[in-house]
């Protein structure tokens, strides 16, 4: 690989991003990380925080009135939303999701009409691709969407479905044309309002309990035929370009659980005393510190790095994508691991937030891909 791509720089916006974030995620958002965890509901008061800092969905373009902010500065503000509170983070992170296949493939006229709200707030999206039965293997999905004229008509069910019932608007894909498999597969932007739309029931998780997980349904769900993202049959293309400019914003979520459990880690091991002494003067604990912040940085730096591939269009990007997903999510559960074991008993228990973050961890290994399908990304994108 051409080693210019580990080329990137953070910028002193980059570090004052950092900073005002950092102080409100602490200020704001890590005293109610628990009780958001332990009542399993939307933080609709962090949503509105989120709105109001301007952070909701500071990817959205200058030209539709967003921020514009770069990828890296994006990774920033998930990073650190996660760092205090990993539901919390997800209302950034799956916003983009939600709406970067719209700026990747959306005609002018559908980013025109959507982009605006999103950058003001107004309206929020979710991403539907996956189905109980077609996860991995998307092109196997069973959703349709059949034109009748000036309009589509879907029919399916999607599953795991982040923001469900709380964004208005879903960013989905179904199959216009099934004897093609993934190349029959068109992407739409459907309204929650639409008729034949509806939620089911919440998921009971492991973790990242404030942010809502349902099935959606469609039933002879009429929508627009302007609502078309791209042309037919170029949904599985949205699909993976979309991952590829989300997948690591995965890896800063995992980074930033990883990095709160660190920081509560090397916090509680100075106070602890055992033998007469602090447990940090430990030499097998200062061994597991510093393996786990050895690797906290190094996946940060990999997401950055992806992160920059990702603003220049660079030819590695699947590749950086899917690594940097993969190595921080791999580093965010062993870390927060080693953290429940640095804590001993309180770890195991709800009165410290290193249980809660090992929970939380556990999911960025599974969801915008199993860390097993990345690696199989990883070696095609050597091997072609």
């Known amino acids: 690989m ?23 995620a602490e200020d704001k958002i890590a005293p109610r990380a628990a009780a958001i965890d332990e009542a399993a509901e939307y933080p609709w008061d962090v949503h509105e925080l989120l709105k109001s800092a301007d952070l909701l969905a500071i990817h959205v373009p200058e030209q539709y009135g967003g921020a514009g902010a770069d990828r890296i500065a994006h990774s920033i503000v998930v990073e650190e939303i996660a760092r205090v509170c990993a539901s919390s983070s997800l209302i950034v992170a799956g916003n983009k999701l939600g709406t970067m296949g719209l ?22 999206f979710s991403y539907a691709l996956s189905e109980r039965e077609a996860g991995s293997d998307a092109g196997s999905m069973k959703t349709r969407a059949v034109r009748d004229g000036d309009s589509y008509i879907l029919n399916g ?31 739409f932007v459907v309204h929650a309002d639409d008729p034949g739309f509806s939620v089911g029931t919440k998921e009971r998780k492991m973790g990242i309990k404030g942010s809502p997980t349902c099935e959606i349904y469609f039933e002879d769900c009429r929508i627009a035929a302007d609502r078309l993202i791209g042309d037919e049959g ?103 691991t080693n953290a429940v074991q640095l804590f001993g008993g309180y770890g195991y228990t709800r009165d410290f937030p290193v249980e809660r973050m090992m929970r939380d961890a556990k999911i960025t290994q599974i969801y915008e891909g199993t860390n097993q399908i990345q690696r199989m990304v990883m070696a095609r994108q050597l091997l072609k």
Not at 158 to 187: E, F, L, Q, R
């Open 234 to 336: 170029t949904g599985f293309l949205t699909v993976l370009r979309t991952l590829d400019h989300t997948r690591s914003m995965i890896g800063a979520q995992a980074v930033g659980i990883a990095q709160g459990a660190l920081d509560a880690a090397v916090a509680y091991v100075k106070e602890r005393k055992q033998f007469g002494k602090a447990i940090a003067d430990f030499q097998g604990v200062q061994f597991m510190l510093a393996d786990m912040a050895m690797k906290v940085e190094a996946a940060r730096q990999l997401v950055y790095v992806a992160n920059a591939s990702a603003e220049r269009g660079d030819a590695d990007l699947t590749f950086l994508s899917s690594a940097s997903k993969t190595f921080a999510s791999d580093t965010a559960m062993e870390v927060t």
């Open 2 to 24: 051409d080693p210019s791509y580990g080329l990137f720089a953070l910028t002193e916006e980059h570090q004052l991003l950092r900073k005002s974030v950092r102080e409100l």
């Open 103 to 124: 700026i990747l493939s959306g005609s002018e006229e559908l980013k025109e009409r959507y982009l605006p709200q999103v950058a003001r707030g107004e309206i929020t």
């Open 157 to 187: 069910t999607k599953c795991w479905i982040t923001g469900a019932g709380v964004n208005t608007h879903y960013t989905v894909m179904a199959s216009t044309d099934p004897t093609k498999g993934s190349k029959g597969i068109s992407a």
